[in-house]
């Protein structure tokens, strides 16, 4: 049993930092918690972003994305990112009392409550954030969306110290972050979450929308696209999209396929400048 015993001591080592240098814990308040009795809230873990409470609700994480099994891999055959992902989120919060989070509390179009999730009681010293939790042991990455942007600054450290630590998934080959340069290697990853790096060779505007340009050839390389309804998101947070141009960034997103690989950006925390422009 030698995985399952080093997959808890990572997720246990996370809890720890999560629990003490989690800048919006104590911020999040708890809309609703599962009336327990002695079995504990949450009665089933669907998958690595989601689990059912003992009273019939499903509840989503949000913030994250977890391993997925790609859809080339033969049914059947494992895929041990998506299945550690899964059991760390057991081990958290099955048979656990939970509450969530007042100020990103919603429901999704499949009727599920998307929040950020506790284990235990809010004010409590050993209360647990489980995003923080989940990204901090490497099992889960931040990922902002316009309705999920609470505690969204905290998941981007946590996900960077993990994989700079080579924690969980960081430490397999297909989630390295990808090179903007080369779009045949992010090509691969059509319909997938993932994170890619390079310079910003041009920045173009056309109709309503932004494309900040990677390549020299629009029809094939890597291109990243804010639509003109999000610019004001970007300036609130200090991001000039405009002036970009030769800047390194750090994009995540899902990637899509229009003129070569794309990731669509709807949030500030979606671009990490890593060198800022010249000049």
Same mark, same amino acid.
């Given at each position: ?28 308040? $708890? ?6 009795? =002695? ?27 977890? $391993? ?77 969306? =316009?309705? =999920? ?24 080959? *297909? ?18 979450? *993932? ?11 056309? /109709? ?29 947070? /200090? ?37 800022? $422009?010249?000049?």
């Amino acid at each position: 049993m030698p995985g399952r015993f080093t997959l808890l001591t990572i997720v246990l080592c996370a809890v720890g930092a999560v629990k003490s240098e989690a800048a919006c814990l104590p911020e999040l308040e $708890p809309e609703l918690e599962s009336e327990l009795e =002695s079995g504990g809230g949450v009665v089933e873990i669907l998958d690595a972003e989601t689990f059912v409470l003992d009273d019939g609700r499903v509840v989503r994480l949000a913030g994250i994305v977890s $391993p997925r099994r790609p859809l080339w891999l033969d049914e059947g055959a494992q895929w041990h990112a998506a299945e550690h992902a899964e059991a760390a989120l057991k081990r958290l919060v099955f048979e656990k009392q939970v509450a969530v989070a007042a100020g990103e509390l919603h429901t999704d179009r499949h009727g599920r409550l998307v929040a950020q999730v506790i284990v235990g009681e809010t004010a409590a010293a050993d209360a647990v954030w489980v995003q923080g939790a989940l990204v901090a042991a490497g099992q889960a990455r931040a990922a902002a969306r =316009s309705d =999920s942007r609470l505690c969204a600054g905290d998941l981007l450290v946590l996900d960077a110290e993990a994989r700079a630590g080579g924690a969980g998934l960081w430490r397999g080959r *297909h989630y390295r972050v990808r090179d903007a340069g080369v779009p045949d290697d992010i090509s691969v990853l059509l319909n997938h979450f *993932h994170l890619v790096e390079g310079t910003v060779l041009s920045v173009a505007e056309r /109709g309503r929308r932004l494309y900040l340009n990677f390549g020299g050839n629009y029809r094939d390389d890597f291109t990243v696209m804010v639509e003109a309804r999000d610019y004001e998101a970007f300036s609130e947070a /200090g991001t000039d999209l405009l002036g970009l141009t030769g800047a390194r960034v750090r994009v995540r997103g899902w990637i899509r396929n229009f003129n070569g690989p794309m990731i669509e950006v709807r949030v500030p925390e979606q671009i990490e400048v890593l060198t800022p $422009p010249p000049g």
